[in-house]
């Protein structure tokens, strides 16, 4: 693993923005590991196309950040401001993002296995055509948010806010857990689409 200082990884920033800009033609793609971004100001530099694994980005100002297409594995976006961030057919599993503000996010055709949204604010997320294995949801708000053509197997939902949430009639429901991970309660195809359906009509 490389290790770069402080410097060095503006550079690289700055590098990969000439990439995205040039379509690849000059500049050079960024690909870090393990590398603490919460003392950086990011304003200005895209992050789409990256390869930004195991890396911090908790509690920073991130709204309006372009990360489609991003490989993100195991980063941490914990209390991190995501509004209006988009993830397309990025790939986000093991990252977790506790506490993250992700309304109106994008997380169309995303990969997402094993990604913590506890307590996370999804409401109005367009979470349409994505992959959620085993993802945690708990006490996260996904009011009004769209699943359109979403998988969901093995999904913990406990204390998740539901209402309004679009596209369930299009999405593949496998499996969710409405208990807890010592305890599961697991509903299965028909069964956890008819108790989806029904939170969704819930006025909370």
């Not at 995501?82 to 169309?108: G, M, P």
């Amino acid at each position: 693993m490389e290790i770069f200082n402080r410097v060095e990884i503006i550079e690289r920033l700055k590098l990969h923005r000439v990439w995205i800009e040039s379509i690849g033609k000059r500049g050079e793609k960024l690909g870090v590991d393990e590398i603490d971004f919460r003392d950086f100001d990011l304003t200005g530099y895209p992050l789409d196309q990256a390869f930004l694994t195991e890396c911090k980005f908790d509690g920073m100002n991130l709204c309006n950040m372009d990360m489609s297409s991003s490989l993100l594995c195991s980063s941490t976006f914990k209390n991190t401001n995501l509004v209006n961030a988009d993830f397309y057919k990025a790939n986000v599993s093991y990252v977790n993002f506790t506490n993250a503000n992700l309304q109106n996010t994008r997380f169309a055709r995303t990969d997402c296995i094993e990604t913590i949204f506890n307590n996370a604010n999804l409401s109005n997320a367009i979470l349409v055509g994505a992959l959620f294995d085993e993802v945690d949801f708990r006490n996260a708000n996904l009011q009004n948010a769209d699943v359109s053509k979403s998988t969901f197997e093995k999904v913990l939902l406990k204390g998740a806010k539901l209402t309004g949430v679009r596209g369930l009639e299009e999405a593949f429901i496998k499996s969710i857990n409405i208990g807890t991970v010592e305890k599961p309660i697991i509903l299965t195809d028909e069964e956890a689409i008819k108790w989806l359906q029904n939170k969704s009509l819930d006025n909370e």
